[in-house]
């Protein structure tokens, strides 16, 4: 009976220590259980992630022909645009003559403006200068003409007294002594012509439209007709005549009748 409950004991040991073992091992297996659970939910995830990887690079691999399409596209859309570029470049050097050209334009027309502003300005001064010109040369020619008449008038004067002085001894004397006081000055081409009651001899204008100096020169030429006398009167008129020819530029050819 006690190897009974002997052999019993060491049965129930055995089989305690087998239970304690195998609980033991039981706890590892729950440990490594646990670590491959956690080492399988770490392989699940990753290749979770590799089969979304994968299955995006599948989905990608599809879109390729498109994008294939798309970048050939892209590429003749380049070229249109590097065309587009080239006559935009073009059109934007056209422009720069353009702007150029406008710009010579406006600086030419300003240039214009101030020649012609220049011009009116010009043209203002020489109007200007030609009225200050005119005014001094008239009143020049005016001084000058004064100064001519008024030696005129004296030398006019001079011979008015001279030949009425002549036309004084004349009639009191009969004859004039002229060629004497004129002497190499007096030409050979003066002779008078006498016909009827006409003559001609040379005097001043004022002389010729005094009407005493008239009467007498046709008196005096009557009465050299009607005496029949010697040209030598018609001489000595005519002597005188020369001698204010020569000296009085004014004189004019008086034909009396």
Same mark, same amino acid.
């Given at each position: 009976f006690l190897f009974n409950v002997f052999f019993d004991l060491l049965t129930?040991?055995?089989y305690e220590d087998t239970w304690a073992a195998l609980h033991r091992r039981?706890?590892?297996c729950a440990s490594a259980g646990e670590l491959v659970d956690s080492e399988v939910v770490m392989l699940s995830a990753h290749w979770e992630k590799k089969k979304t990887s994968l299955v995006e690079l599948q989905e990608q691999l599809q879109q390729l022909p498109g994008l294939i399409a798309d970048l050939e596209s892209m590429a003749a859309n380049l070229t249109h645009l590097e065309a587009s570029f080239e006559e935009v470049e073009d059109h934007l050097l056209n422009l720069e003559n353009l702007c150029g050209q406008c710009e010579l334009e406006r600086y030419k027309h300003m240039q214009s403006q101030q020649l012609e502003s220049y011009k009116k300005k010009k043209r203002k001064e020489l109007e200007t200068f030609k009225a200050e010109l005119d005014a001094e040369h008239t009143q020049k020619v005016l001084e000058m003409e004064h100064t001519q008449?008024?030696?005129l008038k004296e030398r006019q004067k001079f011979f008015e007294e001279a030949f009425q002085q002549d036309m004084e001894q004349y009639l009191s004397t009969g004859y004039l002594q002229i060629a004497e006081r004129r002497g190499k000055l007096v030409p050979r081409v003066l002779p008078a012509v006498l016909g009827g009651r006409a003559g001609c001899?040379?005097?001043p204008a004022s002389i010729q439209d005094s009407p005493t100096t008239k009467n007498a020169l046709v008196q005096s030429v009557d009465h050299s007709v009607d005496k029949a006398e010697k040209p030598c /009167? @018609?001489?000595g008129l005519a002597v005188w005549c020369a001698?204010?020819? /020569? @000296?009085h530029p004014e004189t004019r050819l008086c034909v009396l009748s």
């Open positions: 129930v040991q055995e039981a706890k590892e008449q008024t030696k001899c040379w005097a /009167l @018609t001489a001698g204010a020819i /020569l @000296t």
